[in-house]
Nanobody
Framework: QVRLVESGGGLVQPGGSLRLSCTAS????????MTWFRQTPGRLRELVAA????????NYMDSVRGRFTISRDNDKNTVDLEMNSLKPEDTAVYYC?????????WGQGTQVTVSS
């Protein structure tokens, strides 16, 4: 079955950096676009970044563009999110996600807290 496992979250000071990683299994990774979402309490889950199957095209939400970088390794079945210049408003649970045949799959999420 499809499995997505995130890692790399934690507590970081404003201006700091974190790298999230998602390891995927249960599907043909190099044929699927991958995404990172985030969610804070009381708010809808929002799309943070996306990357195409080959990694040649990426997209970002406006508030993270220029600070976050999504990348993937199709040999290792991983998709990463490098987050720099973190702000308190980046605090959220971050989820790795994939859409396969109209079904969206989610990882368990990893908490990112940006605070001094």
């Amino acid at each position: 079955q499809v499995r997505l496992v995130e890692s790399g979250g934690g507590l970081v000071q404003p201006g700091g950096s974190l790298r999230l990683s998602c390891t995927a299994s249960g599907f043909t990774f190099n044929t699927a676009a991958m995404t990172w979402f985030r969610q804070t309490p009381g708010r809808l889950r929002e799309l943070v970044a996306a990357i195409t199957e080959t990694g040649d095209t990426t997209n970002y939400m406006d508030s993270v563009r220029g600070r976050f970088t999504i990348s993937r390794d199709n040999d290792k079945n991983t998709v990463d999110l490098e987050m720099n210049s973190l702000k308190p408003e980046d605090t959220a649970v971050y989820y790795c996600s994939v859409l396969l045949r109209s079904n969206r799959y989610w990882g368990q999420g990893t908490q990112v807290t940006v605070s001094s």
